[in-house]
C-alpha cells in the first residue's frame, strides 16, 4: 500500500491540538470530513491509527490548517502492529457543528470511565444544553481505553427487545425473545471484553418501565463495561450516586468558553454586552447559536440594540424541544412551571401552596418540584428565609408563551361552543402576577389580549361579556379564577 499513510503517535497529538483551536471534535464535526471530501468513517480509521490513501490523508491535515503534513505521517516499523479498536458500532451517533470547552466536565467523566471503573455514568441536563456533544467528545478522549464502542440513539424510542436485538447481533448472537434472558446474554458480553455503551435520550424511553430496570441490571451486575447515558431528565434510580453508578447535571457554558463560541459566530469579544448576553442565556450554547445570527443580521452585530429589546429569542429548533419536555412532565409540574411563569421571580415552596386551586398534599408537591429540578427545568435560589424556585429566563420565555397560547385557545374554544369546561388554565391559574396593580404591565395579560385583538378586533369586549355570563350559578370550584381573568382583561 505505497499510496496509503497513517498518522503517528506525535502527528495525532499536533492534529489534536489544530483540531481544538478550531473548536472541532476529532470524529463528529461533519465540516472536517467534508471539506476533506471523505466520510466520517475515513475519519475515524485516521484517528484509530489505520492506513488511508495519501491524498485523503493530506486532505484531512489540511482542512485543521496543517500543510506540512509529512510531519504527522508515520511509516510503520515491520513488526509495528496498528492500533485499533476491535469493535467500533457508532453510525447512529449524530454530527455535531463544534464543541467548546467542557475540560471540566471531560475531566470529571473520564475520571469516572477510566479510574473508577464506574458501570453506569449519566449526563443529564436540558434540552440543547450540550449532552451529546459532551459525550461525543468524551468518547473522542477515552476510545482507546476500551476494547470497543456502542452507539444507540434512543429518541427514536425502541422497545427494550428491539434495542437487546440491536445489541446482540453485534455477537453474531441469535434473537432472543425473553428480555431477561436476553439482558442476561448481553451482561455476559459485557463481561467478557471491556466495552462503552453510549445509550443517547434515554428521557424517550422513561416511560417504559422494563427500561428502568434494564438499566439498574446494567449497573448492578458484575462486569467490566461502562454504561453512559444522556437524559434531560435523571432516572429516579440514579438520585443518589454510588460507588459504581455516577450522575453528571450539564450546566450552562462558562463564560470564557461561551465566548469561543460567541467568537465562532462572528463577535470579536469586545462588543458592549457579551457578558449580559451570555448571563440572560445562562450560557446555554445552543440557545447561543440560535440567537447570534439574529443579532448579526438584525441588529448588525449590534448586542446592546437586541438587550435594549428586553426579551429572550429562542428560535424554533429550541422551542421544539423545550415543548417536547414539557409535554413528558405531569399535569402538576406544568401547573407549578405555569406559576412560576405567572409570578416571573424566585417563589417559596410555602406561598406557592397558597395559589393552587385545589390543595395539594405537601409531601406531593414537593415530590414534583423535585422531579422539575430531575428535568433541570428550575433554578434555585437560597437565600437567608426559605428556599425559593423560579425559571431560567429561556424556559420563562417558553412557558410564558405557552400560557398565552393555550389561554387563546381556550377563551376562542368557548366563544365557538358556550361551553366553560374548555377552560383549564384560565381556571386553575389567574394570569395576573400577584401583587400587581399595574395591568399594563402585566407580560402575561398583555400578550394574551393583544392576541385575541387580532382574532376578534373591536368584538372583544362583547365576546369577554359573554363569557362572564356563563358563570352565573356556578359553583366557585368550577369558575376558579376564570372570573378573575376575564375581568382583568375587561379592565385593560
Known sequence: MSNSLKASTAGLVIVDKARQRLGWTKTSTARWWQDAHTSRATLRRFWQGDRIQQEIFIAICQAVGIHNWETIADIPDADEKAISIPYLDWDEAPDVESFYGRSRELAQLEQWLIADACKLVAIVGIGGIGKTALA?????????????????????????????????????????????????????????????????????????????????????????????????????????????????????????????????????????????????YRGHPLALKLVSPLIQSVFAGNIAAFLSQNTVVIGDRLRGILKQQFEQIADLEQDIIYWLAIWQEPISFSRLQTHLLISVDPAILLEAIIALERRSLLEKWVGSGDTSFTLQPLVMKFVTDELVEKAAQEIQQVVESCKLHHCKILRTHWLLRPGSDDIVGDRILSQLREKLWRVYGATLPQNLEQMLRLLKDKTPLAIGYIGCNLASLLQY
Do not use: M
Open 136 to 280: 461525543l467528545a468524551l468518547v473522542d478522549h477515552v476510545q482507546l481505553k476500551f476494547d470497543g464502542l456502542i452507539w444507540r440513539n434512543l429518541q427514536t424510542t425502541p422497545s427494550l427487545s428491539s434495542l437487546l436485538d440491536s445489541l446482540l447481533n453485534i455477537f453474531a448472537q441469535a434473537v432472543i425473545d425473553n428480555i431477561p434472558q436476553a439482558t442476561t446474554k448481553l451482561i455476559h458480553y459485557l463481561q467478557q471484553r471491556r466495552y462503552l455503551l453510549i445509550l443517547d435520550g434515554v428521557e424517550a424511553v422513561l416511560s417504559q418501565p422494563e427500561y428502568s430496570q434494564f438499566l439498574q441490571q446494567l449497573s448492578k451486575n458484575r462486569h467490566h463495561s461502562c454504561v453512559l447515558i444522556t437524559s434531560r431528565e435523571q432516572p429516579k434510580f440514579l438520585a443518589n450516586d454510588t460507588k459504581t453508578v455516577r450522575s453528571l447535571t450539564l450546566k450552562g457554558l462558562l463564560k470564557i468558553e461561551a465566548l469561543e463560541l460567541l467568537k465562532s459566530k462572528g463577535f470579536a469579544q469586545k462588543e458592549l454586552g457579551l457578558s449580559v448576553l451570555i448571563q440572560l
